[in-house]
């Protein structure tokens, strides 16, 4: 008869790893979508507030809203320095006059560190929002 006796602990451990592994691998992706989602709103809040920024002028019988990329910038900016400081304002224009077009960007890093992830990376948003008072 053979003896079928045996240690379980290189399975345990063996099983155990997987599970660490696991567990690192979803808290980095949970955290990279939480940091995303945030900076989408802070980007959002800045394109509006950018957005609220114009330049009101009568021609003829009617006003007309005119946004300009400074106008855009100092609104942005205002949002983007109370938001937190980790968050970049990387860009915010207007190609049009009436829309402001607003990108903020983080630099994200793993909540735990592992050689199973990058070191960290950059994440990027954009948003854009219309004067309340479009001249069309």
Same mark, same amino acid.
């Given at each position: 008869?053979?003896?079928?006796?045996?240690?379980?602990?290189?399975?345990?451990?063996?099983?155990?790893?997987i599970?660490i592994?696991?567990?690192?691998?979803?808290?980095a992706?949970?955290s990279v979508?939480?940091?995303?989602?945030r900076i989408?709103g802070i980007?959002?809040?800045?394109a509006l507030?950018?957005s609220? =920024?114009f !330049? &009101? +002028?009568?021609?003829?019988?009617s006003?007309?809203a005119?946004? @300009? *990329?400074e106008?855009?910038?100092n609104q942005?900016?205002t949002?983007?320095?109370?938001s937190?400081?980790?968050?970049v304002?990387?860009?915010a224009?207007t190609?049009?006059?009436v829309?402001?077009i607003?990108?903020?960007?983080?630099?994200?890093?793993?909540?735990?560190?592992?050689?199973?992830?990058?070191? =960290?990376? !950059? &994440? +990027?948003?954009?948003?854009?929002?219309r004067t309340?008072l479009? @001249? *069309?």
């Amino acid at each position: 008869m053979r003896d079928e006796t045996g240690s379980i602990l290189p399975l345990v451990l063996g099983y155990a790893m997987i599970a660490i592994a696991l567990i690192i691998v979803t808290t980095a992706v949970t955290s990279v979508y939480i940091t995303q989602k945030r900076i989408d709103g802070i980007a959002a809040a800045a394109a509006l507030a950018g957005s609220d =920024g114009f !330049t &009101l +002028t009568v021609v003829g019988d009617s006003a007309v809203a005119t946004l @300009s *990329d400074e106008d855009i910038w100092n609104q942005a900016t205002t949002v983007v320095e109370a938001s937190s400081g980790d968050v970049v304002l990387v860009s915010a224009r207007t190609d049009d006059g009436v829309t402001a077009i607003v990108e903020v960007s983080v630099q994200w890093h793993p909540p735990l560190v592992s050689m199973l992830l990058p070191e =960290g990376f !950059t &994440l +990027t948003s954009t948003a854009t929002s219309r004067t309340a008072l479009d @001249s *069309d």
